[in-house]
């Protein structure tokens, strides 16, 4: 088979398209056929030497895919060959084929297309795990989603507004947020151009957001704060904007509230697997009805996965971009 290798860490030119031996499935793992996979921030610091895959795992990068089922491993139950899927992988998307521990498997949902389900499960695991298994967004609360228009941010826009949740979003531009509004998104910030502290307090007046998904890490980590409501919950998913921030524990204290900050990639199986149930459970229904979409922005060659890396880094897409095997 084909896979994307990176030989040394570097820009997009590190991705290489090589023949690599076949995986096999091992005890509770499936082999999938991969028809997608997707871009994630995860796999661009991984190409650039800052994020490895957890020990015992794929060396490829690719943290979700979609296909069918090629082959079941012993002691899988639930699972044929030939079965449409999409999964959550440690890594190992960008290529022809993937082990997948059963586990991490989720049917493809209705009206879904097969290459589409692709965009799927990193964003729904990680936004159902921390807005709703961790920060408990509750209706009538207002969650406050940085980066919109990104693959995460379209996806907790979607279902923030299906439990009834009031979304305020930050982008950078014009159509981004206009394309934030058109998923259900209520207050629009200009991140360049205006203050999100200022605009949700005056949009929920002056009570601030009781939820805020964050990928921004440092740069925000006072802001954020400030912008919470009293009992309001900070979940810190990502560090583009750096590592090492201060806070002021006496607003946190005066507000009553929470930080918790996760990473999807290096949890433990059994962690992982409680994720999937509960997406399926939860989310999977609203995918069936239609009442939920994943948002794509484009379909790249999988082989040209240095292009795709680009795009993503440029922030010139809205939504997921896909690599495709065929």
């Known amino acids: 088979m084909h896979a994307i290798t990176i030989e040394e860490p570097g820009g997009p030119e590190a991705l290489v398209w090589a023949e690599v031996p076949d995986p096999a499935p091992a005890e509770g793992e499936v082999l999938v056929e991969v028809a997608a996979s997707a871009v994630n921030r995860a796999d661009i610091l991984q190409r650039q030497g800052f994020y490895d895959p957890p020990p015992g795992t794929s060396r490829y990068p690719g943290l979700e895919c979609s296909g069918r089922v090629a082959a079941v491993g012993p002691g899988v139950s639930g699972w044929a060959v030939g079965d449409e899927v999409c999964a959550l992988l440690s890594g190992g998307g960008y290529a022809e084929k993937v082990v997948v521990p059963a586990g991490q498997l989720l049917p493809v949902p209705k009206g879904v297309g097969l290459v589409e389900a692709a965009a799927l499960p990193e964003v729904v695991c990680t936004v159902w795990s921390n807005v709703f298994m961790i920060a408990h967004l509750r209706p009538g609360e207002t969650l406050l989603v940085h980066g919109g228009s990104s693959g995460i941010g379209t996806m907790a826009i979607q279902l923030a507004k299906a439990v009834g949740a009031k979304v305020a979003v930050t982008a950078g531009t014009r159509e981004k947020l206009d394309r934030c509004a058109e998923l259900g998104a209520d207050i629009l910030v200009n991140y360049k151009e205006q203050d999100f502290v200022e605009e949700v307090g005056k949009a929920t007046d002056g009570a601030g957001a009781d939820v805020i998904l964050d990928n921004m890490g440092a740069k925000y980590l ?53 994720i999937v149930a509960a997406v399926r459970e939860h989310v999977w229904p609203l995918l069936d009805g239609g009442h939920v979409r994943p948002v794509v922005d484009r379909e790249v060659p999988m082989r040209e996965a240095a292009a795709a890396h680009r795009i993503v880094e440029e922030s010139a897409h809205v939504g997921k971009v896909l690599l495709v095997t065929a």
């Open 222 to 274: 006072d802001r954020n704060v400030r912008a919470l409501a009293v009992n309001g919950r900070l979940a810190i998913i990502g560090m583009q904007g750096g590592v090492k921030g201060e806070l002021n524990i006496a607003t946190l204290l005066n507000k009553r509230a929470a930080v918790s900050a996760t990473s999807l990639r290096a949890r433990p199986l059994t962690e992982k697997t409680a």
